[in-house]
């Protein structure tokens, strides 16, 4: 079982928007604005998309942000793309003995 | 380019030793973290822990604390992940990131990955 829970899968038309959600505790996403997601096709290595719960690293279209209220962050894709279908991984600093969680992932569906 | 590039796949025996590597280039090596997640077949991302090349300083996540030695040689601008004792429940693909610098948390380079494979 994840630190971090992720649906395990969502899905969205081309063009349409969705948004996926990253639930932890006061210990980790609650704790601290160090909330990073990653994209990751079959086969690849995985890519930030977000860091710092808002952060968009150069070359990540505008299309994806990041957000976070409470335990729990989101990352929202707007105008879905069939290239935005992976699997996505929302990560947390989680403090000075654990370090670094992960959730589960969550694979999106482009339809 | 700001790349790093990982060692191989490996096959290896119960009770093998093992070290897996990762080479930064087209930046300061030194001066990232590196750290080393696993991704068992068909699940998700699991944080085994980071070096800090410039100093060695080394961090672990308590699942994997005393299962794998994570090290770095800043010389060959290099990190290392190694095990003493595999076990088939070590199969897995293993990949290297950078950590973004500063008070910030964030993977933004991440290698390829080495499929390291355990069986009798």
């Known amino acids: 079982q994840s630190a971090l829970t992720q649906p395990r899968s969502v899905s969205g038309s081309p063009g349409q928007s969705v948004t996926i959600s990253c639930t932890g505790t006061?210990?980790?996403?609650?704790?601290?604005?160090?909330v990073s997601w990653y994209q990751q096709h079959p086969g690849k290595a995985p890519r930030l998309m977000i860091y710092?719960?808002?952060k968009r690293p150069s070359g990540v279209p505008d299309r994806f942000s990041g957000s976070k209220s409470g335990n729990t962050a989101s990352l929202t894709i707007s105008g879905l793309q069939a290239e935005d279908e992976a699997d996505y991984y929302c990560?947390?600093?989680?403090?000075?003995?654990?370090?670094?969680?992960f959730g589960g992932g969550t694979k999106l569906t482009v339809l | 380019e700001e790349q790093l590039v990982q060692s191989g796949a490996e096959v290896k025996k119960p009770g093998e030793s093992l070290k897996i590597s990762c080479k930064g280039s087209?930046?300061?090596?030194?001066?990232?973290?590196i750290g080393w997640v696993r991704q068992m077949s068909g699940k998700g991302l699991e944080w085994m822990g980071m070096?800090?090349?410039?100093?060695?300083?080394?961090r672990y996540s308590p699942s994997f604390q005393g299962q794998v030695t994570i090290s770095a040689d800043k010389s060959v601008s290099t990190a290392y992940l190694q095990w003493s004792s595999l076990e088939a429940s070590d199969t897995a693909m293993y990949y290297c990131?950078?950590?973004?610098?500063?008070?910030?948390?964030?993977?933004?380079?991440w290698g390829q990955g080495t499929m390291v494979t355990v069986s009798s």
């Open positions: 990131a950078r950590r973004i610098v500063g008070r910030t948390w964030g993977f933004d380079i």
């Open positions: 087209g930046y300061s090596f030194s001066s990232y973290w």
């Open positions: 070096v800090y090349p410039g100093d060695s300083d080394t």
């Open positions: 006061t210990s980790d996403v609650g704790g601290y604005n160090f």
């Open positions: 710092d719960v808002t």
């Open positions: 990560c947390s600093y989680a403090g000075s003995y654990t370090f670094v969680v």
